[in-house]
């Protein structure tokens, strides 16, 4: 586990005790330290990681607020026994998936536009039309665990005023997908893995400029989009599941 820490860390934009966090989380993950038994004495990893005594303190307290590890005075630091589940969001790749994982997911309104709003730049190839007015919404989706996707999202004025209140409550995919299923004719999504901004790292509690995967989708009526979502997930929750041989 030996590093060359001047290298190592400097290629990255991270605060130190972060990227001692992730070092650290890795070894957990990959079970270099298992289940149990006592990580390595704190001076040696001061030596090995190349780091203050303050910086590994500190990653450790980030740890330990994630339930991966627990400090005992006088004996050392160990791994927890029981190790809280990671929840992983497989990508969706169709749109009966898009709907049936936003029904999964809880929804908290961070801000929404009184007045209508033109769509942004989509950010993605899109031949349909992307005029008209939309109601514009800010929203964190959460899990058990916390939060788990920063997403913006607009919806035409006219769909969004047929059922406001159902559209405030739930995630919006699924109320358009019921309501409109059958009208929607084309709808397309973009990934890429960008830094997360200001509002979104401070929403999933995140660092400044911390990698996430951007999920860009839109869905037309027609030739006209009346549908565009922006979502941030941050990258360690994220995994894509694909079928090499095309048998399922």
Known sequence: MKHAPGLLYARSPQPLYLQVAAIVRRNIERGVWPRGEQVPALETLVETLGVSRATVRQAFGLLEREGLIHRSRGSGTYVNEHIPQTHRLTLPKTWADTVALSKELGTTTLMESNADVPLPLLGMECPYQ???????????HTTSTGPFC????????NIYRQHPARYR???VAPVLDELHGEALTHAGQLLTIIEAGADSAEALHLPLSAPVAELRRYACIG???????RLEIPTRYVQMKFDLLGNQ
């Open 169 to 171: 409550h739930s995630t």
């Open 150 to 157: 920063y997403t913006e999202v607009y919806l035409e004025r």
């Open 223 to 229: 030739e006209q989009v009346v549908y565009l979502a």
């Open 130 to 140: 992307t005029d008209g007015r939309f109601q514009y919404l800010r929203r964190i």
